[in-house]
């Protein structure tokens, strides 16, 4: 089974004398299994290759002994070897080698036939068997059935500690005293597509993880690889894959509360300081994606901020730096050259309101900071609940001017994403009982006027100079006349805009605040003002709280052949040394390119 003792089976099953052995068997497996490499993406069938029906039917020899043995191996390694420094040393390279081969067999025969069915079956005896019924039938992968199937505490335990052991080491590896005192494991990607396949096919391990464990454990390395991994080309799919985790896991109600612990690890990269919970971290490292990530993360800002929207209605206490970072985010995206950039640009504001509603509505007191920020932002807010359609043709005018070439262009950009990527990410709204939300609600608002405010000067004041500078080297053009707003833009826009709470909230406070600054001849410290937010109540002067809405990520065949693309990705840039085990020039999945080093 899972999670069993090597000392207890009664013989030498902890041996290491094999592991050359069981490399060269696993590297024969993977040759054998290499159906999807030489299978263009659009023509591609999880159930065509007969290799892997053979190898995950329910007669297939040892399969059951296979699963377990290889999800064993892998979960069981402990890269910190004897926990002293320098104690991988004495682990060789054939055993680590043997991990992440199993890591890369056990992804390949988890990501071909159907689902398996979670439900346990048992004979008269009561031991676990699988119906004929389902072993009958096409598609049928008993690796699948038997992943779907952990259901005890113990093997569920086992296999989140195990992930967070070894994902851990992806900075624990980088934040010693000693140099390379801690061996570094590289399968870290392959990890993550495990850790998918559990949160996908076992309902009870996502469960589980969520009210038994530690799941801030697992955050951390996660918005680490997304923070290391933000400008490097060759690591989009690495980001893709960790977004993918925290939509799915941010649709649980219980994983945003859990986010409220305090963060304390010290992570080795230049995340800005803060004093807060995992919530705070998400929102930094997601604001630091968007400010200075790839181009190519541009089609995922909304999965960003769904992120942000999904966890913010149980952050109870934002930090200063989260606070200021998000405000900053809503004039990023609110300013003229975003949200004249296509006429669907305003869905990312649509979004930040909702996370400011949220917080404010559920979690106002102690979350100061926020409040604060807003207030010192508000005529972001201002203007933008008194646009008018003069007011949005000049400024789109006079940002874009008569160009008939931009730089970037929001319409045309997801349209392009979405032939090249046939919507990988999918979402569906729910209530918090997880009933789906099909009503639209249109906001309503009021106009405020807003006090002008000095404009304060913080660490992120550039935010959108680097965004731009983000955005624009990509180099990428696109022709043709350029979005012009119009009143029917408009409305839809303000439709769809919850301003309402922002609005009354101002309304309120800018005075009190204003009058503050009067009474002590405009020399105010910062602390005193949070004082005051900390202890005033907007019982009775916000709008009636709304529903909480969580938009829970929803599977479909796009993503399954993004995960079995990128999964074969990263097994053949693995399997390339010393000796290639693909034909890189036969391969019909995904484009092999090889770059020229220089010989100086």
Same mark, same amino acid.
């Given at each position: 089974?899972?999670?069993?003792?090597?000392?207890?089976?009664?013989?030498?099953?902890?041996?290491?004398?094999?592991?050359?052995?069981?490399?060269?068997?696993?590297?024969? *497996?993977?040759?054998?299994?290499?159906?999807?490499?030489?299978?263009?993406?659009?023509?591609?069938?999880?159930?065509?290759?007969?290799?892997?029906?053979?190898?995950?039917?329910?007669?297939?020899?040892?399969?059951?002994?296979?699963? =377990?043995?290889?999800?064993?191996?892998?979960?069981?390694?402990?890269?910190?070897?004897?926990?002293?420094?320098?104690?991988?040393?004495?682990?060789?390279?054939?055993?680590?080698?043997?991990?992440?081969?199993?890591?890369?067999?056990?992804?390949?025969?988890?990501?071909?036939?159907?689902?398996?069915?979670?439900?346990?079956?048992?004979?008269?005896?009561?031991?676990?068997?699988?119906?004929?019924?389902?072993?009958?039938?096409?598609?049928?992968?008993?690796?699948?059935?038997? *992943?779907?199937?952990?259901?005890?505490?113990?093997?569920?335990?086992?296999?989140?500690?195990?992930?967070?052991?070894?994902?851990?080491?992806?900075?624990?590896?980088?934040?010693?005293?000693?140099? @390379?005192?801690?061996?570094?494991?590289?399968?870290?990607?392959? *990890?993550?597509?495990?850790?998918?396949?559990?949160?996908?096919?076992?309902?009870?391990?996502?469960?589980?993880?969520?009210?038994?464990?530690?799941?801030?454990?697992?955050?951390?390395?996660?918005?680490?690889?997304?923070?290391?991994?933000?400008?490097?080309?060759?690591?989009?799919?690495?980001?893709?894959?960790?977004?993918?985790?925290? *939509?799915?896991? /941010?649709?649980?109600?219980?994983?945003?509360?859990?986010?409220?612990?305090?963060?304390?690890?010290?992570?080795?990269?230049?995340?800005?300081?803060?004093?807060?919970?995992?919530?705070?971290?998400?929102?930094?490292?997601?604001?630091?994606?968007?400010?200075?990530?790839?181009?190519?993360?541009?089609?995922?800002?909304?999965?960003? %901020?769904?992120?942000?929207?999904?966890?913010?209605?149980?952050?109870?206490?934002?930090?200063?730096?989260?606070?200021?970072?998000?405000?900053?985010?809503?004039?990023?995206?609110?300013?003229?050259?975003?949200?004249?950039?296509?006429?669907?640009?305003?869905? =990312?504001?649509?979004?930040?309101?909702?996370?400011?509603?949220?917080?404010?509505?559920?979690?106002?007191?102690? @979350?100061?900071?926020?409040?604060?920020? %807003?207030?010192?932002?508000?005529?972001?807010?201002?203007?933008?609940?008194?646009?008018?359609?003069?007011?949005?043709?000049?400024?789109?005018?006079?940002?874009?001017?008569?160009?008939?070439?931009?730089?970037?262009?929001?319409?045309?950009?997801?349209?392009? =994403?979405?032939?090249?990527h046939k919507d990988i990410v999918s979402?569906?709204?729910?209530?918090?009982?997880?009933?789906?939300?099909?009503?639209?609600?249109?906001?309503?608002?009021?106009?405020?006027?807003?006090?002008?405010?000095?404009?304060?000067?913080?660490?992120?004041?550039?935010?959108?100079?680097?965004?731009?500078?983000?955005?624009?080297?990509?180099?990428?053009?696109v022709a043709g006349d350029h979005f012009?707003?119009?009143?029917?833009?408009?409305?839809?826009?303000?439709? /769809?805009?919850?301003?309402?709470?922002?609005?009354?909230?101002?309304?309120?406070?800018?005075?009190?605040?204003?009058?503050?600054?009067?009474?002590?001849?405009?020399?105010?410290?910062?602390?005193?003002?949070?004082?005051?937010?900390?202890?005033?109540?907007?019982?009775?002067?916000?709008?009636?709280?709304?529903?909480?809405?969580?938009?829970?990520?929803?599977?479909?065949?796009?993503? /399954?052949?993004?995960?079995?693309?990128?999964?074969?990705?990263?097994?053949?840039?693995? @399997?390339?040394?010393?000796?290639?085990?693909?034909?890189?020039?036969?391969?019909?999945?995904?484009?092999?390119?090889?770059?020229?080093?220089?010989?100086?």
């Amino acid at each position: 089974g899972t999670g069993v003792d090597p000392a207890k089976l009664g013989y030498d099953a902890g041996t290491r004398k094999y592991d050359r052995n069981r490399i060269e068997v696993l590297r024969l *497996l993977l040759s054998g299994l290499c159906d999807p490499l030489f299978s263009p993406a659009d023509e591609y069938n999880p159930l065509a290759s007969r290799w892997m029906a053979v190898a995950v039917a329910a007669d297939a020899p040892n399969g059951i002994c296979l699963f =377990h043995s290889l999800l064993n191996t892998v979960l069981s390694y402990d890269p910190n070897g004897l926990g002293v420094p320098y104690g991988g040393a004495f682990a060789s390279d054939a055993h680590v080698r043997l991990v992440e081969l199993s890591a890369q067999v056990l992804c390949v025969l988890l990501d071909c036939g159907l689902p398996g069915n979670p439900e346990p079956v048992e004979n008269e005896a009561g031991e676990p068997i699988v119906e004929f019924d389902d072993a009958s039938r096409g598609g049928f992968n008993v690796f699948r059935t038997l *992943l779907a199937r952990i259901r005890t505490a113990k093997e569920l335990t086992f296999i989140y500690k195990g992930f967070v052991r070894l994902l851990k080491n992806v900075y624990e590896s980088k934040n010693t005293y000693l140099p @390379n005192s801690v061996g570094k494991l590289e399968c870290f990607q392959e *990890l993550l597509v495990l850790f998918w396949k559990l949160l996908e096919e076992n309902p009870l391990f996502t469960q589980h993880i969520l009210t038994q464990c530690d799941v801030n454990e697992i955050v951390v390395p996660i918005c680490f690889l997304m923070y290391q991994s933000r400008r490097d080309p060759a690591q989009i799919g690495l980001v893709h894959i960790c977004t993918f985790v925290l *939509l799915k896991l /941010s649709g649980e109600r219980s994983f945003g509360v859990n986010l409220n612990k305090a963060f304390n690890t010290r992570l080795p990269c230049d995340l800005p300081l803060f004093n807060g919970s995992h919530s705070d971290l998400i929102s930094i490292t997601l604001h630091k994606l968007i400010v200075n990530g790839a181009y190519k993360l541009v089609p995922l800002y909304s999965c960003f %901020i769904t992120i942000i929207c999904n966890i913010s209605p149980y952050w109870r206490k934002m930090s200063l730096v989260a606070a200021v970072k998000l405000v900053n985010l809503f004039e990023l995206f609110s300013s003229p050259k975003f949200l004249y950039s296509g006429e669907n640009a305003h869905r =990312h504001i649509a979004l930040l309101l909702e996370v400011f509603n949220n917080v404010v509505q559920y979690q106002f007191t102690g @979350n100061q900071h926020l409040v604060y920020a %807003i207030i010192r932002r508000k005529d972001s807010f201002g203007r933008l609940a008194s646009l008018t359609l003069p007011k949005a043709i000049s400024q789109c005018n006079r940002v874009y001017g008569d160009q008939n070439t931009v730089q970037y262009d929001a319409d045309e950009d997801a349209r392009q =994403h979405k032939l090249e990527h046939k919507d990988i990410v999918s979402t569906t709204k729910v209530d918090e009982s997880g009933n789906p939300v099909n009503r639209r609600k249109k906001a309503q608002f009021r106009k405020g006027r807003f006090q002008d405010d000095a404009d304060d000067n913080d660490s992120e004041s550039d935010a959108e100079s680097r965004a731009s500078a983000s955005i624009d080297s990509g180099g990428s053009s696109v022709a043709g006349d350029h979005f012009v707003p119009t009143e029917e833009w408009l409305g839809d826009l303000k439709a /769809s805009l919850p301003l309402e709470t922002v609005t009354r909230l101002l309304q309120h406070l800018v005075p009190v605040v204003d009058e503050m600054c009067t009474r002590k001849d405009g020399v105010v410290d910062e602390v005193e003002i949070l004082e005051v937010l900390k202890d005033v109540t907007m019982v009775g002067l916000l709008p009636v709280p709304h529903a909480i809405v969580i938009r829970k990520y929803q599977p479909n065949q796009y993503t /399954s052949l993004w995960f079995t693309a990128f999964l074969w990705g990263v097994i053949f840039l693995r @399997n390339q040394s010393p000796i290639p085990l693909f034909n890189g020039d036969a391969i019909e999945l995904f484009q092999v390119s090889v770059a020229q080093q220089d010989d100086d």
